[in-house]
């Protein structure tokens, strides 16, 4: 794929690469090969701390990073295990002028994750991971005491 290419080094460094082809789509589908139960997602403009970002302001993932990033750099940005969510948000803002919220998945719905901005992308995937339920099952006969 054109304009995204994934590295993880032995010692577990993660970096994805943003160059100027590269389309919005691109950038989401690498990262979710390093986390399947999280979602980067672009917005118009960027959120405050502890806020959601409004939905109206979601960009698609056909867009051209070009058209949307107020900085015109290209480059690696990490996005290793024991970074921040957070630090993500910041670096991708600070690095390339673009504007992205991380989500977490819990079961069917996906959540901004505002309030665990200060985990891990490794420990923010842990919590997306479905949670196996085990069935109850009643014992046939009851024990007598």
């Known amino acids: 794929m054109p304009g995204a290419n994934i590295v993880e080094h032995k010692l ?3 970096e994805i690469y943003i160059s100027e082809e590269a389309v919005v789509g ?3 589908k690498r990262f979710r090969e390093f986390y399947p ?3 980067l997602v672009f917005y118009r403009n960027p959120h405050k701390k502890g806020e959601c970002s409004p939905k109206e302001e979601m ?5 051209p990073v070009d058209k ?7 480059g690696w940005i990490d ?3 024991y970074r921040l969510a957070a630090a993500i ?3 991708f803002s600070h690095q390339f002028g673009l504007s992205v919220q991380i989500l977490r998945k819990s079961d069917d719905l996906w959540l901004e994750t505002t309030s665990t901005d200060n985990w891990t992308l490794e420990e923010l995937n842990i919590a997306g991971r479905p949670v196996k339920r085990q069935r109850f099952q009643m014992p ?3 024990e007598e005491e």
């Open 12 to 14: 577990f460094i993660m």
């Open 26 to 28: 691109d950038i989401q």
């Open 37 to 39: 139960y999280l979602q």
């Open 59 to 63: 960009i698609s993932s056909e867009t």
């Open 68 to 74: 949307i990033r107020m900085i015109h750099n290209f």
């Open 79 to 81: 996005v290793s295990r």
């Open 89 to 91: 948000e910041h670096d």
């Open 140 to 142: 046939d006969e009851m």
